[in-house]
């Protein structure tokens, strides 16, 4: 005995739905569990990666495919990956409450684990544990935001616990090895933008080891190409400048 199954019917597995209104229609997407929070990240580049099918649906569960004239009147276009591109962007992930509990959870860690990684107490140098990040964040009653990458909202947190504690992004410690002729006048430029000078030698050339702020490298990375037309050299000798030593503050 043949079963029929319409045309107009996909059936699909273990899938998470992306759903979307527009035009007075609903429509959605199926996609890989766990997948939808890594695209919209920027961690998951690959569509077919996140996509179980390019098809537009109107009810995944039902497996009931869109027609045709609905999604092309409410898109204005008949490109099926761009329009699953718009839902994957601005629709909404149907997940249950507990799958979206657990989801929050981990990204809460995530959020802790990467202030953990990027800063240190600025009196001692001497980094947080991953646990005290997570007692802090949950004493400024910190909300996870699930359509934010954690690494954006790692920087809030940052900022918001600089207010209850002694907080602060570890330094980058550099190496700038630059010509006698534009030394004095670079350095005077670059002053602002450096938390600590530790050494300066001018024989030669002007070479410098210093402590800046993470967030100032590209501003100080493209002065020294620029001012120098190349010819100015930035070594980065260490990413975070931390005690060295396991203590860390619980």
Request: hydrophobic share 35%; charged share 35%; proline share 2%.
């Amino acid at each position: 005995m043949s079963i029929f199954t319409p045309t107009n019917q996909i059936r699909l597995t273990n899938v998470a739905v992306v759903r979307m209104k527009k035009g007075g229609k609903r429509f959605e997407i199926a996609c890989y569990k766990n997948k939808v929070m890594n695209w919209r990240a920027g961690v998951e580049k690959d569509l077919d990666e996140v996509l179980q099918t390019h098809s537009v649906f109107v009810n995944v569960s039902k497996g009931q495919v869109a027609k045709k004239e609905d999604f092309v009147k409410a898109f204005g276009t008949d490109d099926l990956t761009e329009i699953c591109k718009q839902i994957l962007a601005k629709g909404e992930l149907q997940v249950s409450d507990k799958e979206r509990h657990t989801q929050l959870e981990l990204m809460f860690r995530d959020i802790a684990t990467i202030v953990a990684e990027k800063c240190v107490n600025p009196e001692t140098k001497r980094p947080y544990t991953v646990n005290l990040i997570e007692r802090a964040m949950k004493d400024i009653h910190y909300s996870v935001k699930a359509n934010q990458s954690t690494k954006q909202q790692a920087l809030e947190v940052i900022r918001q616990l600089k207010e209850s504690m002694q907080i602060q992004r570890a330094h980058m410690r550099l190496r700038f090895m630059l010509p006698a002729k534009e030394g004095k006048k670079l350095k005077e430029k670059l002053k602002p933008l450096i938390k600590v000078i530790e050494s300066e030698d001018f024989d030669e050339q002007l070479e410098m080891v210093c402590l800046i702020d993470p967030g100032c490298f590209r501003e100080v990375d493209e002065l020294i190409r620029c001012e120098t037309k190349g010819k100015g050299t930035l070594e980065v000798l260490s990413l975070k400048d931390v005690e060295e030593g396991e203590e860390k503050f619980e």
